[in-house]
């Protein structure tokens, strides 16, 4: 993972606006919401990469570094960082643009792995890049 200072690392994924709806009792988004944001993200990059159907594993070193507050635009990056034969490590980037329009600012990262499934759920090879 890198700073949080130096802007985003990846492709933007996923792009969301934080509602009312999705606030914890201290008005702040809900932490879950924000992490099942990336892991959508995280999902889409990791079914691109695999050419299919993947399933979240793990998810490794999940910081949170600032709340995310109503109105704010989510956008979620993400990066593969390690392919094996079945499985990929997956770097998401989470930032938000305050107030829809204001300054940008990183508010989690984290590392999730993914696993290539086949359609009975088990695991397949990801294919070479480039396949």
């Given amino acids: 993972m890198v ?7 990846g492709e933007l994924t996923l792009r969301t606006l934080a509602m009312p709806a999705d606030t914890n ?20 990059a990791g079914g691109l990469r695999a050419k299919g159907r993947v399933a979240t594993v793990a998810v490794d070193s ?4 600032s709340p995310v507050r109503v109105g704010d635009v989510l ?3 993400t990066r593969i960082l390690r392919v094996g034969t ?17 300054r940008r600012e990183k508010v989690t990262e984290a590392l999730f792995t993914f696993v290539a499934i086949d359609d009975e759920g088990r695991p397949r090879p990801v294919p070479p890049e480039g396949d």
Wanted: net charge negative; hydrophobic share 45%; proline share 2%.
């Fill in 3 to 9: 700073g949080h200072d130096t802007g985003p690392h």
């Fill in 25 to 44: 009792v201290n008005g702040d988004i809900f932490g879950g919401w924000v992490l099942s944001q990336m892991d959508l993200a995280g999902g889409i």
């Fill in 62 to 65: 999940m910081k949170f570094i």
């Fill in 75 to 77: 956008c979620v990056h």
């Fill in 86 to 102: 079945t499985s990929m490590g997956v770097e998401v980037e989470a930032w938000v643009l305050r107030d829809r329009i204001g």
